[in-house]
């Protein structure tokens, strides 16, 4: 490592984790000593932290408060650290903190409308993919149906959540008052998917989750079909299946079958 990087890694442990090793390297003037000056650079450093997670979280800023919130950043920045050159990335621990970390942990809403923004986020930079059309499908034989692989889009998102964080985050985007917080159990399968520009949710029964993670992982249009069989019974498998399969289509979910 040359002087001129290890002077960079000094300065950059000093900025984001108050390491003292680079003070003697900073020089005095302009009225501050060197460790006001760096805790200027801290301080911008936190500052512009905070606003990538206001950016990303505006659900759980609502649910929060402004002071909570801010409290909330700065312990995040100092516990999660940046890892990834790119901004973007920062907040991407930001639901499994809230779920380990006392007091955030006592409000499981919070890390779950954390899991839902950082979910839905994550739908603007996956990959654009072609779309499945329903006639496509429709043409194939029916002795054929069997072998077909349904195949997400990459801009597909699953989760499950028990509390209503859903509606609260579209109301807070809207600038209305959210509907209170309700919990339910067992926790509701949720589908979030990018169709074009367009960000989209809504939630799922429990077959249709079932069969939509199965397909994720490679099953066949048969498999599914015997999946459900143990669920919804051998005379409704098949409608079924087709049902959750027409509405993915619908929804621009698949991207080939």
């Not at 700065?74 to 380990?100: D, H, K």
Request: aromatic share 8%.
């Amino acid at each position: 490592m040359s002087r001129l990087q290890e002077l960079q890694r000094r300065f950059q442990a000093g900025v984001l984790g108050d390491d003292a090793a680079v003070l003697p390297h900073i020089a005095d003037g302009g009225g501050a000593d060197p460790r006001q000056r760096l805790g200027i650079y801290a301080e911008g450093m936190r500052l512009r932290f905070l606003e990538a997670l206001r950016n990303d979280y505006p659900g759980v800023l609502a649910l929060l408060g402004e002071a909570d919130f801010d409290a909330l950043g700065r312990a995040y920045a100092l516990a999660c650290p940046s890892v990834n050159p790119s901004i973007r990335w920062f907040g991407a621990r930001l639901a499994g903190y809230l779920t380990e970390t006392p007091p955030w942990r006592a409000r499981p809403e919070l890390a779950e409308m954390a899991a839902f923004e950082w979910r839905k986020g994550e739908l603007h930079d996956a990959a654009d993919s072609a779309v499945a059309a329903i006639a496509a499908v429709a043409a194939v034989p029916p002795e054929a149906w069997a072998e077909l692989r349904p195949r997400p889009v990459p801009a597909v998102r699953r989760l499950d959540l028990h509390w209503n964080v859903p509606a609260v985050w579209r109301a807070v985007d809207r600038g209305e008052p959210p509907p209170a917080l309700a919990r339910v159990d067992p926790a509701r399968p949720w589908l979030l998917w990018r169709r074009e520009l367009a960000i989209h949710w809504r939630s799922l029964d429990a077959d249709e989750a079932w069969a939509l993670d199965v397909c994720v992982a490679g099953a066949t249009f048969g498999e599914v079909c015997e999946g459900l069989c143990a669920r919804v019974g051998e005379e409704h498998a098949a409608l079924r299946a087709a049902s959750a399969l027409k509405q993915w289509l619908s929804d621009g979910v698949l991207a080939s079958v």
